[in-house]
Each structure stands twice: as C-alpha cells, then as structure tokens.
C-alpha cells in the first residue's frame, strides 16, 4: 500500500519535530525582526524558561547587557550590508538565563527563506562546564608554574646556599693555612731562642760569663713576652668570637686615656721613636668603653713603631668629623702595598712587605672588632715608603644626648 504525499509530509513533519526537540544542543528560530519563533526542549533547559515564556519575545532577552542592547543594531546592519558577524559565521556569546545568570554558550546562526519570509535558526551549544574545565586546566598550569618557580627558586637557593658553604670551607682552608704557617714561624722562633739560650747558659759557669748570661736571660724574656703576645691575640678573638667581649661605657677624660694608652705602648718603641700629641682642647670628655679604646690604642701605636724605622716619629691627632671623635694615630713607616689594603682586617693576613716583621696577622682584625663593639668605624690611608695613618671615629655618646652636652 503506498503513501500518499500528504501522509508522507506530515511524517516528514513529525521526525523534523522530533529531531528538533530531542537535539541536545538547544535550538531557537526568530523572525526577520528579532522575535522568537521556535525553540526546543534542550533550549528552554538551558535558559531556565518554558516555551510559551520564550515565543513572541524578542531574542535579547536571552542575551548579556552588551549584545542586548545592540542586538536590533547588529541584524539592521545584517540585514543591509549582508555582512555576517555570527550569521554564517558563529562565535562565542555570553547568554543570560531566567535567573539572572550569566553564561558562555557557542552561537551558530543560519538564514533560511521559506517563499518571501526570512527566519533565522540559531545552534546554541553550552559552554559552561567547557569552560570551568579550562579554568581549572589554567589554575592548575599557574599552580604548576608557581610550583617550578617556587622550586627554581629553592634550587637556586640552595645552589647559593652551597656556594657560600664552599666559599666559608676555602675560607676556613685558606684561614687554617694562615694559621699554621704563622704559628710554626711565631711558635718556633722563640722556643728556639729559649732553648738555645738556655743551653749557652748552662755552659757559662765562671763569674766572668755574667754578662753573657744575662745577655741570653734578656733573650728568653724577650721570647716568652713574644709567644704570650701571641697568645693574648688568640685568647682575645676567642673571647670575641664567642661574643664574650662587653662594653662598659661611661664618660672619660679621652687626653688622660690617650697618655696612658701612649705610656702601656712605650715598651713597643724602637731606639729614638716618640709619639708626639696633638690633641685638639675638644672633646676633653668622651662616653665610651676606655678598656677596648686603651686597647684599640695600643694596637695602633704598637703597629706604627713596629712597620717604622728607629727614630722616626708617630702622631696622634684628635678633633670633631661631624657627631663624632677621631683619633689618629700617623707613623712615617713603609707603608701598606695598594694590592693587600683590602685585605688588611683579615684574620691572620700580613702584608708583604712585613714578612721579616714579627706578627700574628691577628692585631688589626681584632681592633676592627673592638671598634664595632664601641659603635664606631676604622678607616686608614696608607702610601708605601711614606707611612700610614688610622683613624678611628667613635660616637661621643652612647645615648642621644648631644656631645656639647656630654662634655
């Protein structure tokens, strides 16, 4: 029995209405002048409205503010220049559903003419959860990258981290090597002076060697004061080094603290070495710790006669630089070498051109310090064959009182 074409149109009707309602995408048609004509099942559930809600409305209301506002805008000019934008085209829009929420969804618009009508179909496909996933996919590619920054950094800190550690353990070799050759040489020399004194001694047994006797006892004085010198360089960076070092500041007579300083290092000078003072009359008073300053001193006194020749003079100037004292301490000695200055408060560095100059190499880094401890600075200027001076600048007060007031 055949189909007559009437039944086979309304068969046609019903599995075109069937497709357009069961599509998963949703689907809406609209006149020529923006209002909704159609729109199936999967359309309705993705703007939260039901069909009769939708049909006879104008299609914008489907739409975020932007396109909403231009939508009559954006199909006038369709309509007149035939240029697509979506029609034809399709492209991502954001839509807006019944409760207010705002969505992505892909838009894919046709133009269909039916005899002398135009309707538009529109292919929505929700990219809702397209989205959240490429979000998550973008939040995990930043969390990632923040990982392997967070990792690069920790590497390129531990990578410093090792390289200070090597940079430390040379130190300490290069520290040790000094250590060794100073102390074989500061050591040895003097206990061999003893012994052999010692051993000349017991061989002048006549009263008429006297004079030789006494002549080595001086020498074995002389060694014994040299290694307990020694010894009091290493004591006191221990002591340091363990923070076991304290300041007890109070207000001195910084001229009275100079003169004893100069008198304790008079053992120091060589033949015809003096120390001359030029003192300015202020400050006459000073607040600050006199023990580490007389030792401060002391060092640099001793310093100036043992790298001058005998006979020559060392000076001691004083005077304001800003809030602060200066003292100086000048000698006409050799000088320091341009290539060792930078290296001149090291631990157990000796310039050049003091090697036959008995030293620890301790001396000036333990001033520096000291003068730490008193809150000050150390700074010198040296030219070789000329001499050197070091200055050491101290605050005169320890609290905030103005030194006129100090003194």
């Not at 559903?97 to 538009?120: C, H, M, T, W």
Request: hydrophobic content about 35%.
């Amino acid at each position: 029995m055949h189909s007559t074409p009437e039944k086979m149109s309304q068969e046609d009707s019903r599995r075109l209405k069937a497709l357009f309602e069961m599509a998963t995408d949703g689907i809406i048609t609209m006149s020529s002048e923006g209002y909704i004509e159609n729109v199936n099942l999967a359309a309705c559930t993705l703007f939260g409205y039901k069909a009769e809600e939708m049909q006879g409305q104008k299609v914008n209301m489907l739409m975020g503010n932007h396109d909403r506002t231009h939508h009559d805008e954006y199909l006038g000019r369709y309509q007149r220049t035939h240029e697509p934008r979506i029609i034809g085209i399709g492209r991502e829009v954001t839509g807006r559903r019944k409760n207010g929420e705002i969505f992505p969804f892909r838009l894919a618009v046709s133009e269909v003419k039916l005899d002398d009508q135009v309707i538009y179909t529109g292919m929505l496909h929700d990219l809702t959860e397209f989205k959240r996933a490429q979000q998550r996919v973008e939040q995990l590619n930043a969390e990632l990258e923040t990982r392997v920054e967070e990792r690069t950094a920790a590497l390129r800190q531990r990578e410093s981290e090792l390289k200070r550690a090597l940079g430390k353990e040379r130190e300490l070799n290069e520290l040790k090597s000094r250590f060794l050759s100073m102390a074989s040489h500061e050591f040895k020399t003097p206990l061999s002076t003893v012994l052999s004194s010692v051993e000349l001694i017991e061989l002048y047994q006549e009263e008429a060697a006297q004079p030789k006797r006494e002549k080595h006892i001086g020498r074995i004085k002389d060694a014994v004061t040299q290694l307990t010198e020694v010894l009091n360089d290493f004591l006191s960076l221990s002591k340091l080094e363990q923070g076991k070092v304290t300041t007890l500041p109070k207000l001195i007579d910084l001229r009275a603290t100079i003169s004893t300083s100069v008198e304790s290092a008079e053992g120091q000078l060589k033949k015809g070495q003096h120390v001359v003072l030029a003192l300015a009359p202020e400050p006459s008073g000073c607040v600050t710790d006199p023990k580490l300053l007389r030792h401060i001193l002391i060092n640099l006194i001793s310093n100036a006669a043992k790298y001058s020749s005998p006979g020559m003079e060392i000076t001691i100037t004083t005077g304001w630089r800003g809030n602060q004292c200066f003292i100086s301490v000048t000698d006409r000695g050799i000088g320091i070498p341009p290539e060792d200055q930078g290296h001149l408060f090291d631990r157990f560095f000796r310039a050049r051109n003091v090697e036959n100059v008995k030293g620890t190499g301790l001396g000036l880094n333990i001033v520096r310090h000291y003068v730490q401890l008193l809150e000050g600075t150390i700074e010198f200027s040296s030219v070789m064959g000329k001499g050197s001076t070091f200055t050491l600048l101290i605050p005169v007060t320890t609290n905030s009182h103005s030194p006129a007031e100090q003194l």
